[in-house]
């Protein structure tokens, strides 16, 4: 009676540990598949490429005018981006200096394969935050006895990693020997390029 019992209840138990190691193979597969959208969404915040934070580390492009500097750039809560920068030229103690964003994130040739200021906008070249002025209009920096300067600046027009007309990524900061004009187009006669550094995603 036992015996027969047995072989009666024998299939039920077959089917019961098929059916757990079913659902831990399903749990398994959900498991793989949580992982692989985490990666995927991770993977495609990556190639927006949209940041929070990036920087600049200024060197000097002439011998005879030794220099550096940095260069922070922060999203603030309001979608706009805080630019932090800090320099020290020696040389250009108690003197002004200009600083611009240039379209290309090339340091070589002495500076000049930044080519000209970034203008995504196309506007003429001014000051900042007046009628018209290039996205990489900065301006100018007083440098004190030691040749240190900085200066802070926030812009809605900046995305770190956005799309071409508002992505800092990639441009060159380049710091000049002279004074901005605001005026001369397009450079605002701001003198030879003393300084450059290439900006970077933190």
Same mark, same amino acid.
């Given at each position: 009676?036992?015996?027969?019992? &047995?072989?009666?209840?024998?299939?039920?138990?077959?089917?019961?540990?098929?059916?757990?190691?079913?659902?831990?193979?399903?749990?398994?597969?959900? %498991? *793989?598949?949580?992982?692989? +959208?985490?990666?995927?969404? +991770? *993977?495609?915040?990556?190639?927006?490429?949209?940041?929070?934070?990036?920087?600049?580390?200024?060197?000097?492009?002439?011998?005879?005018?030794?220099? =550096?500097?940095?260069?922070? &750039?922060?999203?603030? %809560? %309001?979608?706009? $981006?805080? #630019?932090?920068? =800090?320099? #020290? &030229?020696?040389?250009?103690?108690?003197?002004?200096?200009?600083?611009?964003?240039?379209?290309?994130? +090339?340091?070589?040739?002495?500076?000049?394969?930044?080519?000209?200021?970034?203008?995504?906008?196309?506007?003429?070249?001014?000051?900042?935050?007046?009628?018209?002025?290039?996205?990489? +209009?900065?301006?100018? $920096?007083?440098? @004190?006895?030691?040749?240190?300067?900085? $200066?802070?600046? =926030?812009? %809605?027009?900046?995305?770190?990693?956005? @799309?071409?007309?508002?992505?800092?990524?990639?441009?060159?900061?380049?710091?000049?020997?002279?004074? @901005?004009?605001?005026?001369?187009?397009?450079? !605002?006669?701001?003198? *030879?390029?003393? !300084?450059?550094? $290439?900006?970077?995603?933190?």
């Amino acid at each position: 009676m036992k015996k027969t019992s &047995f072989w009666l209840t024998l299939p039920l138990i077959i089917g019961v540990m098929a059916a757990c190691t079913n659902t831990n193979k399903t749990d398994t597969a959900h %498991d *793989s598949t949580l992982h692989a +959208d985490s990666m995927a969404m +991770d *993977s495609s915040a990556s190639m927006t490429g949209m940041l929070n934070k990036a920087h600049a580390d200024i060197a000097s492009t002439k011998s005879d005018t030794s220099g =550096s500097g940095r260069v922070e &750039f922060s999203k603030k %809560d %309001d979608g706009s $981006v805080e #630019m932090t920068l =800090s320099v #020290m &030229f020696p040389k250009m103690a108690n003197k002004t200096v200009a600083v611009h964003l240039h379209e290309h994130g +090339d340091c070589g040739d002495a500076g000049k394969g930044a080519h000209g200021h970034w203008n995504p906008t196309n506007e003429t070249h001014g000051k900042w935050g007046t009628a018209a002025y290039h996205s990489g +209009d900065i301006g100018n $920096v007083q440098l @004190d006895a030691e040749g240190t300067g900085t $200066v802070t600046v =926030s812009s %809605d027009r900046w995305t770190i990693g956005g @799309d071409d007309k508002t992505n800092i990524l990639g441009r060159a900061v380049i710091v000049h020997s002279g004074v @901005d004009d605001y005026k001369t187009q397009p450079t !605002g006669n701001a003198g *030879s390029r003393i !300084g450059c550094g $290439v900006i970077s995603g933190n």
